[in-house]
């Protein structure tokens, strides 16, 4: 077992210190001139350490931390994979870093450039008439585009009140829905996975204004009727709004507007390569088809005779979502990422997750159960072990991976699968990789049915072993108090 690192406050002594100052050689200030006396206080608890104590403890909690440069990362719903670093390099360039929003158009000509490229290169990828990069992230997006689905609904003369869902969605999908005033009406999915046609169309009426699917869906399937979804969808005047969070697997290979989708979000931070852990910053950006283009938030960049400026013309736009331009440098990394690869390299990006994904699927099928037996789409899920042993759950292998090295794939999502196993392994994991993490479930679940003691007081190796989840998320206890 790792050794558990100390809190910096506990390795503190007294009279240790960092630095011996000389002596000033200016004038003292009088403290009580310079800070009001209601500003001061009389004591601040500090830790007395020397700066090798600090830069030790520091550097061994660094070392504990798991990220995507140590191991591999199966972490569905969404794409969880490697920046490469020259994607970090170009955003740290002084021409983009040091750009401020305040500047006159005619000095950030070059941002303005990126800016309309990047969304040029989406509309190629997604096959819309026009893209937004002000959304902040994925489920902003989502606030974006049901917000334009609303207001062309209100230009028709009726907001409408009803919202689709899957009960495979993503949780923001209904949250996304009662926030721009609709109420989420769920469909159920089908014996294979996907939308239930029946129930769907029992369920379309005028009085719907739009569906949210995820294409992929968060089972990882295909849609395989969403042309007939959009069609019916269409028929009673709804919209289709597809959550682009499994956009991964659809690179190069399918356009979602080809296939009736109206609107669509995209992961920069994700499917386009930034780095995102402890939740941020993201990107989003919103693509969408010619009747909801009149409605995209402003300002978008307009080029004219090779000169960029900001359009904020747009009399029917639902107005600005975000402060300034979007998060600019992640969008200066998605355009890094997309210009790298190359339209081939992008297809093949795509290509390789779902390969990596079905590969995983069929190694593991033996050892696993799955929901649905179907091709896979990036990702694949399983509705925990094949062989039940008795006691021990989805959450005890997840929580054995650590042992084993390796961060724990979502576990618990989608809700509609008993004891899911989510693994989503992206498109830049090797086989060798692909390997030592199948080698590793597949001897947990040999370890399940024949010592399954192991995996319920599983993790043994890390620093600290399993918590009370509940009082952690609820009451967590996140700042050193001084003793009374």
């Not at 070392?63 to 140590?70: A, P, T, V």
């Amino acid at each position: 077992m790792q050794n558990a690192e100390p809190l910096i406050f506990e390795r503190s002594s007294p009279g240790r210190h960092g630095y011996s100052l000389p002596d000033s050689d200016v004038p003292a200030l009088d403290i009580e001139e310079a800070v009001p006396g209601h500003w001061q206080r009389e004591s601040l608890a500090l830790p007395e350490a020397s700066e090798l104590d600090v830069v030790r403890h520091f550097t061994r909690l660094s070392q504990q931390n798991y990220s995507i440069e140590h191991d591999f990362y199966p972490l569905g719903s969404c794409t969880m994979k490697y920046n490469p670093k020259v994607n970090d390099a170009t955003a740290g360039l002084p021409g983009f870093s040091f750009v401020h929003p305040h500047q006159p158009e005619s000095t950030i000509q070059g941002a303005l450039a990126l800016i309309h490229r990047l969304s040029q290169a989406l509309m190629k990828i997604t096959g819309y008439a026009n893209c937004s990069l002000q959304p902040a992230a994925g489920a902003h997006g989502e606030l974006c585009g049901v917000l334009m689905m609303r207001a062309h609904h209100v230009k028709q003369g009726n907001p409408r009140r009803k919202m689709i869902i899957p009960d495979s969605a993503h949780g923001t999908n209904p949250a996304t829905a009662a926030m721009c005033g609709y109420t989420a009406i769920e469909v159920p999915s089908s014996d294979r996975g996907t939308v239930d046609m029946d129930a769907l169309a029992a369920l379309l009426d005028e009085d719907v204004a739009g569906l949210m699917l995820t294409v992929p869906n968060t089972l990882g399937l295909f849609e395989q009727d969403i042309v007939e979804i959009c069609r019916m969808a269409h028929e009673v005047g709804a919209l289709v709004y597809c959550d682009g969070a499994n956009m991964n697997a659809l690179l190069g290979t399918v356009q979602p507007a080809a296939l009736g989708l109206d609107v669509l979000h995209l992961n920069l931070h994700k499917t386009f390569t930034t780095p995102h852990g402890g939740g941020g910053p993201g990107a989003g950006a919103i693509c969408v088809n010619e009747t909801l283009e009149p409605y995209l938030p402003v300002p978008l960049v307009r080029e004219e005779d090779g000169v960029y400026a900001w359009d904020y013309n747009r009399p029917d736009s639902i107005g600005r979502i975000h402060s300034f331009y979007g998060n600019f440098l992640n969008q200066v990394r998605a355009y890094t990422y997309i210009c790298t690869l190359g339209d081939e390299g992008v297809k093949r990006a795509g290509e390789y997750a779902v390969l990596n994904a079905n590969y995983l699927k069929e190694r593991l099928r033996g050892a696993y159960a799955l929901r649905y037996d179907r091709t896979c789409m990036h990702e694949v899920v399983f509705a925990g072990l094949k062989e039940k042993a008795e006691g021990v759950r989805t959450l005890d292998v997840a929580k054995r991976m650590i042992d084993y090295g390796f961060h724990p794939s979502t576990v618990y999502f989608p809700l509609i699968v008993p004891e899911a196993l989510m693994i989503e392994p992206t498109e830049t994991e090797n086989k060798d990789t692909l390997d030592a993490f199948i080698d590793a479930l597949l001897a947990i679940a040999e370890e399940a049915r024949t010592a399954p003691e192991l995996l319920k007081e599983a993790p043994v190796s890390a620093p600290v072993r399993r918590l009370d989840e509940t009082t952690a998320a609820r009451r967590p206890n996140l700042r050193w108090e001084p003793p009374e």
